[in-house]
């Protein structure tokens, strides 16, 4: 039943059950023999505290005499003995890693107080670790944040002295705020915000004192990661490897921002940090960046980065007295507000008093003309302007009651109730520029700034209720970009030959893909590039050549379209191109082939993969069907595919054989195309007809799709089109009541029989289920 264990405790029996009082007996006595740890030893120690870990947890969901025992030897102790040694890497990785899982894991209030008792985890917390060593301090860091987590009004007392105002946990913590592992300074965040969130009077008392110094050293850090991403926005070229460091910059940052808005949820701190914020980075730093320059000394932001950084603020903070405090001077004050100005000091920023001048409260409202100015659209590009749109869509995005403020500056918001809010007509005419600006010979506006603008004219003209007046006007603007964008859309439907795909592709993305502001925002932060190598989507950069102006073109007209028919309520009847819907096939389907011309053809995949199917076509589809064993003339559609996306190609080693590719369509999820396959027929005369059925099909479907964009784009052009060759039953076992379409008979393959407009009658249903059973392609 019993082992010895060799080493220095050689004269100790080692139980073989794991999860038992007899073997944390058996550790204790380990830990007893080699209180001294020496490099023989070491090994024997790290296994011990190991194996404590493993059956604490065990005993406190199974057996309460095992943590009596550890409490009443104060087993703790020897933890702390051993920490006082030299212990060198392995020991002291092991104990923290056994403290970890210990508190991560202890479930009963009654053992994490026993554990807390006797101030030994404090003693442990001050502990001076060699942090230099990067698995240590990633261990420590674990730790603390584990602690943290056990946090509550009945536990805080156990680490916090109100007596003596000594807080262990939270002043080792502060002192690894500048850490440059990003994930030790996220970690330091999450403890600092679980301190704060203790609802316990005395530690709210105390936070207000103790976080004064690292709430300023907060807002600093925040200032100089902006200036130092507005100095990589001012120089790097916009292309992948950029970007990518720019979106790391960004995530730190916005981080910060987050971090802010959650620590102004807590009243001890939220006036001191809230007024730190504005006076350090707010005024100083970005509203000095909106005005003109009054101090050759000052540190500035490009007026992109600054609006940017509004915006964040706006998107991410929802405290109210911030918020009021930012939007009042934002829309309202002059720029005798700014009274102070950051300056660079050696290798450091430092914030000075700017004197004030009389040209610096010369004009009112500064920072809001600024926003005017920003929105002004006979500029090179919309760099500048789509900061600004992101600006003013913050402002009403924001989840703080900012309705008043925005009241008053005649901005409409959402959450306004019981009043009539105006909207500022010189936003209005800004807003209508940017969309009038499209219509340009010379524009350089993206997509996504028009679509963006288009979206704030709609939350805009939400709640603004003035007879339709201004939802003509901006009808209006949308109308004459649209006209201009589908005269030149006319003139490309008839050059390119990839028109339709274009357009469809371009109207699913609009229809399917969502603006997220907060995952693109970042990526337009560099100049506006130009070149399909820079990485950009069309949509977030400028064209380059014929095809990309073209698709461009589909998406500025698709999106004054929609503004158009929202500004003047009419629903949307021409999109998406869809011709005759209730006859479009389906696989699964039943169908009448009586009267079709069919084409018996062996379909291979591959060499070892072939298939019997009939082919047969209609107006806009490819269709391959297998014969419906239960009556004769009626067919099951095992595969169906657009001719309007076939590719047709020849087998110059077999002329009975045909290459065929149908591409998936835009919002398949589907990788590669829908059939790739070999059509392989009786004899090349079957093939040559197959070959020219499917060209002409094709031709005449794109014809009929085109057509239809010819509506839509006022060029009306004659198509020719012919009826189905078949009866169609939708969403129809076989067997079941059939439907006969209105279309002409015709001679086919069929008997007589067939050209009567009655519908043959029902075969009969098998029996048996199984016989039912489709095969699909």
């Not at 030897?73 to 403290?99: A, K, Y």
């Not at 379909?603 to 199917?613: G, I």
Request: proline share 3%; glycine share 4%.
């Amino acid at each position: 039943m019993l082992r010895r264990l060799g080493g220095s405790s050689g004269s100790l029996w080692k139980p073989k059950n794991p999860h038992s009082l007899e073997y944390l007996k058996y550790l204790q006595n380990v830990l007893q023999k080699n209180e001294k740890l020496t490099e023989p030893n070491r090994k024997i120690i790290v296994e011990a505290l190991r194996a404590i870990s493993e059956i604490l947890i065990w005993g406190d969901q199974n057996d309460g005499s095992v943590f009596d025992f550890f409490l009443e030897r104060q087993m703790l102790s020897h933890f702390l003995q051993i920490m006082e040694q030299d212990t060198g890497l392995f020991v002291s990785v092991q104990l923290l890693q056994t403290l970890n899982i210990l508190f991560e894991n202890i479930r009963h209030e009654t053992s994490l107080y026993f554990l807390l008792s006797n101030n030994h985890v404090n003693h442990i917390i001050t502990h001076r670790f060699d942090f230099s060593n990067e698995e240590i301090l990633a261990y420590y860091v674990s730790f603390i944040k584990t602690l943290s987590m056990r946090l509550n009004p009945a536990t805080i007392h156990f680490f916090f002295n109100e007596t003596t105002n000594d807080f262990p946990l939270l002043t080792e913590t502060l002192k690894l705020f500048d850490s440059k592992e990003t994930m030790v300074r996220i970690a330091v965040r999450t403890v600092v915000l679980n301190i704060i969130r203790v609802k316990e009077e005395g530690l709210q008392k105390y936070l207000i004192t103790a976080l004064k110094v690292y709430l300023c050293d907060l807002i600093d850090q925040l200032v100089g990661m902006s200036i130092d991403l507005d100095v990589f926005v001012r120089s790097a070229e916009n292309v992948t490897a950029n970007r990518e460091r720019l979106r790391d910059k960004v995530d730190d940052l916005i981080d910060i921002f987050h971090y802010v808005g959650d620590l102004l949820e807590t009243n001890s701190i939220a006036d001191s940090l809230s007024s730190l914020l504005t006076s350090r980075f707010i005024f100083p730093l970005l509203f000095n960046s909106l005005i003109a320059r009054r101090n050759n000394q000052a540190v500035l932001l490009t007026p992109i980065s600054a609006l940017f950084y509004a915006s964040q603020i706006l998107l991410v903070i929802s405290h109210r007295p911030l918020i009021l405090s930012f939007l009042q001077a934002f829309l309202f004050e002059d720029a005798s507000i700014l009274c102070s100005q950051w300056i660079r000091s050696e290798d450091s920023y430092c914030l000075q008093t700017a004197p004030l001048t009389d040209s610096t409260i010369s004009e009112e409202r500064a920072f809001f003309h600024g926003l005017l100015a920003a929105l002004d659209s006979t500029q090179n590009d919309d760099y500048l302007s789509f900061y600004a749109l992101m600006v003013i869509y913050a402002m009403l995005q924001n989840k703080g009651d900012v309705s008043d403020i925005l009241a008053a500056a005649s901005i409409p918001h959402n959450g306004a109730t019981g009043t009539v809010v105006t909207c500022e007509p010189r936003i209005v005419k800004c807003l209508i520029d940017v969309v009038e600006s499209a219509a340009k010979a010379d524009s350089r506006l993206r997509p996504i700034t028009l679509e963006l603008t288009c979206i704030v004219l709609r939350q805009l003209v939400l709640t603004v209720d003035d007879d339709n007046t201004l939802h003509e006007a901006i009808a209006r603007s949308a109308s004459v970009v649209q006209a201009v964008m589908g005269t030149h859309l006319a003139t490309a439907l008839s050059k390119e030959q990839l028109f339709l795909e274009m357009f469809e592709d371009e109207y699913h993305e609009l229809t399917t893909q969502t603006l997220r502001l907060n995952a693109v925002g970042w990526e337009m932060l560099l100049p506006p590039a130009a070149s399909p190598f820079s990485g950009l989507p069309l949509n977030k950069r400028l064209s380059s050549g014929h095809e990309e102006r073209v698709r461009t073109n589909i998406q500025l007209y698709l999106h004054t379209r929609k503004l158009k028919q929202d500004m003047l309520g009419e629903q949307e009847t021409h999109l998406p191109l869809q011709i005759d819907l209730h006859a479009v096939v389906r696989v699964g389907d039943c169908i009448n082939l009586n009267n079709s011309d069919l084409l018996s053809v062996t379909v291979s995949f591959s060499r070892h993969e072939k298939q019997s199917r009939f082919l047969v076509t209609d107006r806009l589809q490819l269709i391959l069907v297998e014969p419906d064993t239960k009556k004769a003339g009626w067919a099951i559609v095992t595969f169906v595919g657009l001719l309007q996306d076939t590719q047709i190609t020849g087998d110059a080693s077999d002329s009975r054989s045909l290459h065929v590719v149908v591409e998936s369509r835009a919002g398949i999820k589907r990788p590669g195309p829908l059939l790739s396959a070999r059509f392989i027929f009786d004899d090349h005369i079957r093939c040559m007809a197959a070959k020219q059925r499917l060209t002409k099909g094709r031709q005449n479907a794109r014809q009929l799709k085109m057509g239809l964009i010819c509506d839509l784009l006022g060029c009306r052009t004659e198509v020719l089109a012919r009826s189905n060759p078949y009866k169609i039953v939708k969403g129809c076992a076989p067997g079941s009541a059939r439907k006969q379409l209105d279309t002409p008979a015709n001679d086919g393959l069929g008997s007589s029989k067939s050209s009567s407009n009655s519908i043959p009658e029902d075969p009969v249903t098998s029996a048996n289920p199984s016989g039912s059973k489709i095969h699909h392609i």
